[in-house]
């Protein structure tokens, strides 16, 4: 039977393009295709691609990409764009592979499910995205398929591209007929990324069956957008299928073992090559090449990747393609830590075999033996229909990117009628452990002739189209769980992927595996089990047929509240029954009026209540009894206490607790909960009571606490020195000089300086009593690269024998590098406590009985932190400011830890941790917000035992920002600024001045003035600071304004201005003064004669037809001022 194998992995169409870093790709036209990245987002990029005569097709800014077309003979132009950091191949992908219907609508139970349940999916809306849909009107003909909804093709997608798309319409179709199906045509990961973010704001179900060659790590740009899209909190969708991918054959992994020199097996260069076989008995000379059988006219892509950290690989290995007798057919050989682009742990190469079917080779090199043992990942793949296969095979681990996907269900393949899954079918878990494939559906089976995958569709991508049509089954069942009828996107989302899996059929072998996830899907199994588990609220009375009351006592397991109607608010005649064990409930939009009882609602153990409003209550609104229960996007309002916390191991999450009369949160003795994400505000009594003899409470953050960490303990930024690079250099010599700043101050007499050449380090000298350094580095080599103090920068020059550079050394400190700072308004997860009685109290205890109370990174605003504990609040004794940030300090006597507020006007965020060392603390170079002048801290012993809030230590204000001339300039920067105001200056020394976090230039200061040079920066506006002799930073709030254009300011009357852009034409260069009224001069002074344009002359008479680069001009303006809006200066 042939395999349909065209996986839409997208793996690989030309060589490069397996990872965006190879040549673009040329058309006919000499246009090239390629793949735009940036190391910054600014509002300026497009204009600049478009000067650069880019031809924009999808823009992504969210993850620094554009996609277009660009002439070959402007690529260097393209290259030279203002923060560009790559241009290259889009990644293209690859694509996995009616009287005909698949057997999996009877193997799956999706025939039995519409019989017995009336369904067939109408009402819900699916979208499938793959690469084509050739044949499509051919199957609507024989009535295999359906007319689509929509048809759209997204960047340099076409839908007459493949034929795979109408495959998988066919069997949605089968199994779900009265289904609404939409589809989207991709060819790069930009095209995925913009289909998915279309389809997810209109559909409910999507299904593809893309991968890219990119680790299975869930950190790829595709992955990351398909999981934002599937997490976003407004947006329809309710479920995403995927492929898994047929590579389970094709791939293989394995930690480094060293085997022969690469000489001894053709290659050229030095290095040992990776032994697959250790045996010595297989393989190319004695196992030193992985192996798979070629047919003339391959197209062969092999990828390589290894676990250093992406963006920072400094580990060197090569891939090679051999022939059987030494013969090296292609390489890939990039340095990986040398250059942009170049710090990616992956190597990649493509090849067609034009000879005889025959036996080759993929060999791994050590180049030079400088790399460090990692684990690899290695894929082979062929652009046709026949998949490779590795002669040394790794099934486990075998997805790829996009399969990954966090919260998208992943569907492995399972022949039809075997019960096992399919020797081909991606295997996992992902590279950072996560289980996956979550469930399976048959492949193998019958589609119409339409397409080439007639007459049996084989593949990930035939079973994942299976997943999407029970699916649709089961939305359309029960409508209560799409986005039309409101409810918690998130729970809905989780609901529907637990009803598949948990009621999934499982297969061999037993119970959840890395092969088929939970089992075969079953639709039959699917629906009945929801039939009997869920039960729809959808009246607001208090007791009846389909009421709260009603729904609780009806044994059901989940709870969904209807929003087909405008009343949803259930006045409570009497309480309701305790909420049983194992109750979800999603409530999103409705309220219970507990006006009437003592206790709105009580929860059970394990209970989730979601997205319920519950107000009034005389008692609490909410009542934990139970253990291990969970508590999301609930409001509480009004009530006696808001939730009151009986139970052991309660979430909090997400939730507003406001105007309780007693407390907000009242945490019960032998009770233990965590609070995060939530807003507790205006109670009348504590925000969070935490009563005597309770256990463990976490009020904050769920995830890791940050400390401040020393040097030491930071992974080296660079290669360590390897042993090969202590040999004896050969070649001319390259010196660099130059000064040394650190955190916008010259650098002391012993700061460090090391030189690398291609990653090895090669000079390490000490900077001198000037701020300078000199080092002499002898070659041949490519590139150098720097360090000061052992932090990295982004600067590099290139290799010259002979050559001799300057230049300046602009680094951070490694403390100011690290600090645990959050920018922002508040850690992900952090509490906002505001305006209540008192913001977190602990009354006292007879005796030491509590558990932990671990109370970090929230928000206070006009709140205290009120902790009865044998723990002695900390004292601040010193609060200061260098350039480099914040110096505070103080005692915690008995403590071990101390948690930083920093902030201003009574609010006061979570900044900084830091350990205790025999008492003392001190935060040394901290980046907090430059404006706060209030502080407080709290201490914990490393029991997480918290001391009480320390008195605020208040810091006065040093000065005040009256003027900053002009407030408006360019991204460029280096425009001279005048900031004037009082206690901005003293006589002795002057100010330290910076925009944003970037440092500026002063020119001169007296003490009500300062002038600066401004720094580079991306448009928007920026905050100034200036620090005077260690007080509080003098701030200016958004005072200055970047823009990637010059605002030239025309007054009524004479101008003398300059032309900043390139030769224009004057009718170009003043389109910004239409409507104006104005005369422009410009000497000439070859003709030694004027040269005029006016808006009031005959275009005859103007004889100043184009403004060159940096041309001065005499502008006469008639009326009101006006801004000339040129380019940047170049």
Same mark, same amino acid.
């Given at each position: 039977m042939r395999r349909a194998f065209l996986f839409l992995a997208l793996v690989i169409a030309v060589a490069a393009s397996l990872f965006g870093t190879g040549n673009p790709t040329a058309t006919a036209a000499e246009r090239l295709h390629v793949d735009v990245r940036f190391d910054h987002v600014d509002s300026g990029i497009e204009a600049r691609l478009v000067e650069a005569g880019f031809e924009i097709q999808l823009a992504v800014p969210e993850f620094g990409r554009w996609q277009g077309w660009q002439p070959r003979d402007r690529l260097d132009e393209l290259r030279a764009v203002t923060g560009v950091i790559s241009v290259s191949t889009?990644?293209? +992908?690859?694509?996995?592979?009616?009287?005909?219907?698949?057997?999996?609508?009877?193997?799956? @139970?999706?025939?039995? +499910?519409?019989?017995?349940?009336?369904?067939?999916?109408?009402?819900?809306?699916?979208?499938?995205?793959?690469?084509?849909?050739?044949?499509?009107?051919?199957?609507?003909?024989?009535?295999?398929?359906?007319?689509?909804?929509?048809?759209?093709?997204?960047? #340099?997608?076409?839908? #007459?591209?493949?034929?795979?798309?109408?495959?998988?319409?066919?069997?949605?179709?089968?199994?779900?007929?009265?289904?609404?199906?939409?589809?989207?045509?991709?060819?790069?990961?930009? #095209?995925?990324?913009?289909?998915?973010?279309?389809?997810?704001?209109?559909?409910?179900?999507?299904?593809?069956?893309?991968?890219?060659?990119?680790?299975?790590?869930?950190?790829?740009?595709?992955?990351?957008?398909?999981?934002?899209?599937?997490?976003?909190?407004?947006?329809?969708?309710?479920?995403?299928?995927?492929?898994?991918?047929?590579?389970?054959?094709?791939?293989?992994s394995g930690t480094w073992q060293a085997g022969p020199d690469g000489t001894q097996v053709g290659l050229s260069s030095p290095g040992a090559v990776h032994q697959f076989n250790l045996a010595g008995d297989a393989g190319l000379f004695f196992g030193a090449g992985n192996g798979f059988n070629v047919e003339q006219d391959d197209e062969i892509r092999l990828a390589l990747f290894w676990d250093d950290p992406w963006g920072r690989s400094t580990n060197d290995y090569n891939l090679y393609l051999v022939s059987g007798v030494g013969e090296v057919l292609a390489s890939s050989v990039?340095?990986?830590?040398?250059?942009?682009?170049?710090?990616?742990?992956?190597?990649?190469?493509?090849?067609?075999?034009?000879?005889?079917?025959?036996?080759?080779?993929?060999?791994?090199?050590?180049?030079?033996?400088?790399?460090?043992?990692?684990?690899?990942d290695l894929f082979v793949f062929q652009t046709g229909r026949r998949q490779l296969r590795l002669s040394h095979q790794s099934p486990e681990g075998s997805l790829l990117a996009q399969s990954d996907a966090a919260d998208a269900l992943t569907v492995g393949a399972v022949n039809a009628g075997r019960q096992v899954v399919a020797e081909y079918s991606s295997r996992g878990p992902t590279v950072n452990g996560i289980a996956k494939p979550e469930i399976s559906a048959v492949d193998r089976v019958s589609v119409s002739p339409s397409t080439i995958f007639g007459p049996h569709f084989?593949?990930?991508?035939?079973?994942?189209?299976?997943?999407?049509?029970?699916?649709?089954?089961?939305?359309?069942?029960?409508?209560?769980?799409?986005?039309?009828?409101?409810?918690?996107?998130?729970?809905?989302?989780?609901?529907?992927?637990?009803?598949?899996?948990?009621?999934?059929?499982?297969?061999?072998?037993?119970?959840?595996?890395?092969?088929?996830? +939970?089992?075969?899907?079953?639709?039959?199994?699917?629906?009945e089990y929801s039939n009997s588990r869920i039960a729809v609220i959808e009246s607001i009375a208090d007791s009846g047929h389909g009421t709260f009351r009603a729904a609780i006592e009806s044994g059901a397991s989940i709870l969904l509240f209807a929003n087909q109607s405008d009343q949803r608010t259930i006045v409570l005649d009497s309480e309701l029954p305790r909420l049983p064990p194992g109750l979800t409930v999603d409530g999103a939009g409705w309220i219970l009026d507990a006006s009437q009882v003592e206790v709105g609602l009580q929860l059970g153990d394990s209970t989730e209540l979601w997205g319920l409003s519950v107000v009034g209550a005389r008692e609490a609104g909410i009542v934990v009894a139970g253990s291990g229960s969970r508590l999301v996007n609930i409001t509480v309002d009004g009530n006696e206490t808001g939730i009151r916390v009986d139970g052991a191991d309660v979430r909090i999450e997400r939730s507003t607790v406001i105007r309780g009369v007693a407390a907000g949160i009242e945490i019960s003795p032998g009770a233990s909960a965590s609070v995060s994400g939530s807003e507790i505000e205006? @109670?009348?009594?504590?925000?969070?009571?935490?009563? +005597?003899?309770?256990?463990?409470?976490?009020?904050?953050?769920?995830?890791?606490?940050?400390?401040?960490?020393?040097?030491?303990?930071?992974?080296?930024?660079?290669?360590?020195?390897?042993?090969?690079?202590?040999?004896?250099?050969?070649?001319?010599?390259?010196?660099?000089?130059?000064?040394?700043?650190?955190?916008?101050?010259?650098?002391?007499?012993?700061?460090?300086?090391?030189?690398?050449?291609?990653?090895?380090?090669?000079a390490s000298v000490r900077v001198d009593h000037r701020a300078s350094f000199r080092a002499t580095v002898?070659?041949?080599?490519?590139?150098?690269?720097?360090?000061? #103090?052992?932090?990295?920068?982004?600067?590099?020059?290139?290799?010259?024998?002979?050559?001799s550079t300057t230049l300046t050394l602009r680094a951070v400190s490694r403390h100011r590098l690290i600090a645990a700072d959050r920018q922002g308004e508040h850690i992900d997860g952090a509490n906002l406590i505001h305006n209540n009685l008192v913001g977190i109290e602990t009354p006292a205890a007879e005796g030491d009985v509590h558990g932990q109370r671990f109370i970090w990174g929230n928000v206070m605003y006009r709140n205290r932190i009120n902790l009865a504990s044998p723990l002695t609040a900390p004292t601040i004794e010193h609060a200061g400011w260098t350039a480099s940030g914040l110096v505070l300090s103080g005692r915690a006597d008995g403590a071990a830890i101390v948690h930083l507020y920093a902030g201003t006007d009574g609010r006061r965020r979570y900044a900084a941790s830091i350990p205790v060392i025999e008492g003392q603390f001190k935060f040394e170079h901290l980046d907090v917000d430059r404006v706060a002048s209030e502080f407080s801290a709290i201490a914990f012993t490393t029991e997480s035992r918290a001391s009480?809030?320390?008195?605020?230590h208040h810091v006065p204000e040093a000065g005040s920002i009256v003027s900053v001339t002009p407030d408006v300039g360019y991204i460029d920067g280096g425009e001279t600024i005048e900031i004037c105001g009082t206690g901005i200056a003293s006589n002795a020394s002057a100010p330290r001045v910076w925009f944003g976090n970037a440092p500026a230039r002063v020119l001169f200061w007296s003490t009500e003035c300062v002038s600066v040079q401004t720094p580079r920066s991306q448009a928007g506006t920026a905050d100034i600071a200036l620090l005077v002799n260690g007080s509080r930073p003098v701030v200016a709030i958004d005072g200055f304004e970047y823009r990637a254009i010059r605002a030239v300011s025309l007054k009524p009357g004479r101008n003398f201005v300059t032309w900043t852009g390139s030769d224009t034409r004057v009718t170009t260069a003043f389109s910004s003064l239409a409507g104006a009224t104005f005369r422009a001069y410009a000497w000439d002074a070859e003709r030694q004669q004027w040269q005029i344009f006016s808006t009031d002359l005959p275009a005859s008479l103007n004889t100043l037809r184009t403004l060159k680069h940096d041309q001065a001009l005499w502008i006469l303006l008639e009326g009101e001022e006006i801004d000339w809006l040129q380019p940047a200066p170049e």
């Open positions: 889009p990644l293209y +992908a690859k694509l996995s592979a009616g009287d005909v219907l698949t057997e999996g609508d009877e193997l799956l @139970n999706a025939a039995s +499910a519409r019989n017995r349940f009336d369904v067939d999916g109408s009402g819900v809306r699916v979208a499938v995205i793959s690469d084509g849909i050739i044949g499509l009107d051919a199957a609507i003909q024989a009535d295999e398929a359906p007319r689509l909804h929509e048809a759209k093709p997204f960047g #340099d997608g076409r839908i #007459d591209r493949g034929e795979e798309g109408t495959a998988m319409i066919e069997i949605v179709h089968d199994l779900a007929p009265g289904a609404e199906i939409s589809f989207g045509a991709v060819y790069t990961d930009l #095209d995925h990324i913009a289909a998915v973010n279309y389809f997810a704001q209109r559909v409910d179900i999507i299904v593809d069956d893309v991968s890219f060659a990119y680790p299975a790590n869930q950190r790829s740009d595709v992955s990351i957008n398909t999981t934002s899209a599937v997490r976003h909190p407004d947006w329809p969708i309710r479920l995403y299928v995927t492929a898994a991918g047929n590579w389970a054959e094709s791939h293989w990039i340095t990986q830590g040398v250059g942009v682009g170049q710090d990616q742990p992956r190597e990649h190469l493509t090849y067609t075999h034009t000879g005889e079917a025959t036996v080759l080779f993929a060999v791994i090199q050590n180049h030079n033996n400088d790399a460090s043992p990692v684990n690899f084989s593949g990930s991508s035939a079973a994942a189209p299976h997943v999407a049509g029970v699916a649709a089954l089961l939305l359309e069942a029960h409508s209560a769980l799409l986005a039309a009828d409101g409810g918690s996107p998130l729970l809905e989302r989780r609901l529907i992927r637990d009803i598949l899996t948990d009621t999934a059929q499982d297969i061999l072998p037993i119970g959840p595996d890395p092969s088929t996830g +939970a089992g075969l899907v079953d639709a039959n199994a699917a629906l205006s @109670n009348q009594g504590p925000g969070v009571r935490i009563l +005597a003899g309770a256990g463990n409470v976490s009020i904050g953050p769920d995830t890791e606490l940050p400390i401040l960490s020393q040097a030491s303990e930071q992974p080296p930024p660079i290669a360590e020195l390897k042993s090969a690079a202590l040999r004896p250099r050969s070649g001319l010599s390259h010196s660099v000089s130059g000064s040394v700043s650190i955190d916008g101050l010259p650098a002391m007499p012993g700061n460090r300086v090391d030189v690398y050449l291609d990653r090895r380090l090669a002898t070659g041949p080599g490519g590139e150098l690269r720097f360090a000061v #103090d052992g932090v990295p920068l982004n600067q590099r020059v290139a290799f010259e024998a002979g050559a009480p809030e320390s008195d605020v």
